[in-house]
């Protein structure tokens, strides 16, 4: 992430960049996708899946374009990514159109593409947050479970459905169980039920659950807060967060005091301390 964005409660030297067209990565060089849509907003990039005649489907071409957008924006300026969806669903999960009869090799290649996105997801320094509107099932609930955050109108739903077919959601599941507790994951994955937007935000799948109408709004102003501060401090503070939370809590603090040692020698760090103590606005150098 570079120096130049502008995050709430402090100043720059610089203003973040104009706003790119839909053709256009995050960092300003064209591109042409077929499945999705990238556009930026100041400090803020929308992604959406553009494939709502597949109920935005997960082939290998739209995985492929997801993970390179988000590496794009892992790049760039940008303060914080938004996840969304065109039409009716957010995601049906991955396209069993394309999946039935494949072999190993293929799936294999499929997955893998699957897994690097949503690594990649988690590992750019940019907060990462689902818009949901309708349905996210399977690969599609492996989206939101694996964002940083996430809010969903009450018209959104979530499910893993395979449980009741012949075919377990095992992927979806590594998000979703480190994301909600055993009992709910289990639930999900055994009966393949489908979840409302309600029942989601208690077990903790979501963040924020809002009328339709307030969705858009909702989403920006939950990321805006989310993004305030330095950003180099909170790029750090992201990868830190998910490298300690699988580890045992002993390896975790000592992995934590290291990072929180390192992070308080940077210039946000300090200049966070001096502005505190001189009861001023920061000034952060992103660095």
């Not at 069993?96 to 593409?113: V, Y």
């Not at 979530?158 to 289990?186: D, E, M, N, Y």
């Not at 963040?207 to 858009?216: G, I, K, S, T």
């Not at 998910?242 to 760090?269: G, P």
Request: hydrophobic share 40%; glycine share 10%; net charge negative.
């Amino acid at each position: 992430m570079c120096a130049g964005s502008i995050p709430a409660g402090g100043t720059t030297t610089s203003a973040p960049p104009a706003a790119l067209p839909s053709s256009h990565h995050p960092g300003g060089a064209a591109v042409s996708y077929q499945y999705i849509l990238v556009d930026r907003e100041g400090p803020y990039v929308t992604i959406t899946m553009n494939r709502p005649e597949r109920r935005n489907a997960l082939s290998l071409g739209h995985l492929r374009e997801l993970r390179d957008a988000f590496r794009s924006v892992g790049e760039s300026d940008a303060l914080g990514v938004i996840l969304a969806g065109n039409g009716p669903v957010f995601s049906a999960g991955h396209d069993f159109s394309e999946m039935a009869g494949a072999g190993l090799k293929e799936m294999r290649e499929l997955l893998w593409t699957c897994t690097d996105l949503m690594e990649t997801m988690q590992r750019i320094p940019q907060v990462v947050i689902a818009r949901v509107h309708g349905l996210a099932t399977a690969a599609g609930c492996q989206l939101v479970a694996t964002c940083d955050l996430a809010v969903a109108s009450e018209e959104a739903a979530f499910a893993t459905p395979g449980g009741k077919g012949g075919w377990f959601c095992h992927t979806p599941l590594v998000a979703v169980s480190r994301t909600i507790a055993r009992k709910h994951a289990l639930e999900l994955a055994l009966t393949g039920d489908t979840i409302d937007a309600h029942t989601a935000l208690q077990w903790g799948l979501v963040n924020r659950v809002v009328p339709a109408e307030l969705l858009e709004s909702a989403t920006l102003d939950l990321l805006q807060r989310a993004t305030r501060g330095s950003a180099f401090s909170k790029g750090v503070g992201k990868l830190g967060f998910y490298t300690q939370v699988e580890m045992n809590q002993h390896d975790a603090y000592a992995y934590a005091v290291e990072l929180m040692a390192a992070a308080s020698q940077s210039e946000d760090a300090q200049e966070g301390m001096r502005s505190f103590l001189e009861k001023r606005p920061p000034t952060w150098r992103n660095r």
